[in-house]
């Protein structure tokens, strides 16, 4: 038995590199093992990498995908079943087509299980704020079905771009310091804090559309398997409201708005003076369109806001999805959805299965209207001038991202993207064909929030879950 020594549980460059060493040397799987730790003194720790030697042989494409997504699966014999479909793959190059070979589909399986640990990673983070000498840090305890950790932290650092946060889990830690992501060794649940305020939010949002009467607990452990309910702060009302329908939500405590950024406000303010906004100005990409609302002087509402936030996403995007205008989180960090609003919306659509990645996230008006109180900004809904002013840019958006399907999210949006105000409760549901997209209008996820019947609440988040879904159809 000859053993390849690999340094961690998700080495797949050791892997691959003991694993072609074995089969350019002729070794069967049967002799061949694997084994995480140190030295060892198997022959492949001393072997050379492949390719120095220039000896190589063809691998497909897919194959590297697929070992790349099964090594993470917690499985003991993972890397057995990845050589054997290697050493298989040199006299049956077309093996992965064979959907029924015994090898294969059990590799497919393990990978749509690593596939679907990472998007419930994705749903089922929940970060909680820690103070650190006066700074901000977001941290997250979670327990992943497989080793998804380093797989899937560049999405929260695409998403969370300007919070500082961490990932703590019992395989390692991810952490973003608003610049760099770096991983580092495994965590213990005390190690992340235990509460917070923003907790509220989760079990409030989770109470309200909650409904009893129409609970299916085998799809409910579906949707949101158990395992993960010791870090979801709204799983812990699950036995509560399922023996009881008495006890309900509260209104949802909002996180109390941070100070706006006054000194970027009073640069781009200056900024915005000296280059006066040009008529007849086309925007030929997404960063010059960016960069050009910051000059936007079509309506007032530049004035109170720190910056014009525009759609982030993927440039060429079969699905755009456009809400009603920046909240306070959106108006500081530049970004649409980062906020509370943006967490129920991803929730939703990792929910309905739709990767908020592959999306245009957009909004119809792209500064943050609102009025002071006290040290919070207060949210004012857009009036229709302003919407009709700011759909310059959103058409703007639209052509050049040219999305085949358009989820409009509420009133302020239905009205920004078709140029009328439309009945969206009458209208909902139906795909509506525009010159340049399908349309589909549905409620902002936010109306879900602010529903006091809890019956009510639940129906409506069934409903907004089937636009979702027909959105899928769609696309
Ligand atoms: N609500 C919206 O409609 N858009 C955002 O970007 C944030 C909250």
């Not at 699966?73 to 890397?79: I, L």
């Not at 993927?314 to 809400?323: D, E, P, S, T, Y």
């Amino acid at each position: 038995m000859r053993v390849g020594v690999l340094e961690s549980e998700t080495d797949f460059a050791g892997w691959r590199r003991a694993a072609r060493a074995f089969r350019l040397a002729g070794t069967p799987p049967a002799d061949a093992a694997f084994r995480v730790g140190e030295g060892g003194g198997g022959l492949f720790d001393e072997a050379p990498p492949v390719g120095d030697g220039g000896a190589q042989f063809p691998v497909p494409r897919a194959f590297v995908e697929l070992a790349e997504a099964v090594i993470l699966h917690r499985s003991e014999d993972r890397f057995d079943l990845l050589y054997r479909l290697l050493w298989r793959l040199g006299r049956e190059p077309d093996l992965l087509r064979v959907l029924s070979d015994r090898d294969v589909a059990d590799a497919l399986e393990r990978a749509k299980n690593v596939s679907r640990a990472s998007h419930k990673m994705k749903a089922f983070v929940r970060f909680r704020l820690s103070e650190e000498e006066g700074a901000e840090h977001w941290i997250s305890w979670f327990e992943p079905a497989h080793r998804v950790l380093e797989r899937t932290a560049p999405f929260f650092a695409r998403r969370f771009a300007t919070m500082r946060w961490s990932i703590l889990t019992p395989d390692g830690a991810a952490h973003w310091d608003g610049d760099r992501l770096s991983f580092g060794p495994p965590a213990t649940r005390d190690m992340a804090p235990a509460e917070d305020e923003i907790e509220d939010f989760w079990k409030t949002y989770y109470a309200s559309t909650f409904n009893p009467a129409r609970l299916k607990t085998r799809t409910m452990r579906g949707e949101m398997p158990k395992r993960y309910w010791a870090n979801l702060p709204e799983a812990s009302l699950i036995p509560d409201l399922v023996a009881s329908a008495a006890t309900r939500s509260e209104a949802m405590i909002a996180t109390p708005a941070p100070e706006p950024n006054a000194r970027l406000a009073k640069t781009l303010s200056r900024l915005n003076r000296d280059r006066a906004f040009e008529e007849g100005f086309t925007p030929s990409s997404l960063e010059e369109l960016g960069q050009a609302v910051q000059a936007c002087r079509r309506c007032p509402l530049w004035r109170d806001a720190t910056q014009g936030v525009c759609g982030q996403g993927a440039r060429k995007a079969r699905l755009m999805i456009v809400g009603e205008q920046p909240g306070d989180h959106e108006d500081l960090s530049g970004r649409p959805f980062v906020g509370p609003a943006g967490q129920v919306l991803d929730a939703a659509l990792a929910e309905a299965g739709i990767d908020r990645d592959d999306a245009f996230v957009t909004n119809a008006v792209k500064h943050f209207k609102h009025v002071p109180r006290g040290k919070r900004r207060i949210h004012q809904t857009p009036t229709t001038s302003e919407v009709t002013a700011c759909r310059w840019w959103l058409d703007a958006e639209r052509a050049l991202v040219r999305p085949r399907v358009i989820l409009s999210l509420g009133g302020t949006a239905a009205l920004g993207v078709l140029g009328q105000k439309p009945a969206v409760t009458r209208m909902r549901g139906q795909a509506l064909a525009l010159p340049d997209a399908t349309a589909l209008l549905t409620i902002h996820p936010s109306y879900l929030l602010r529903l006091p019947d809890p019956e009510a609440a639940a129906r409506e988040r069934e409903r907004f879950f089937a636009d979702l879904k027909m959105v899928q159809r769609l696309l």
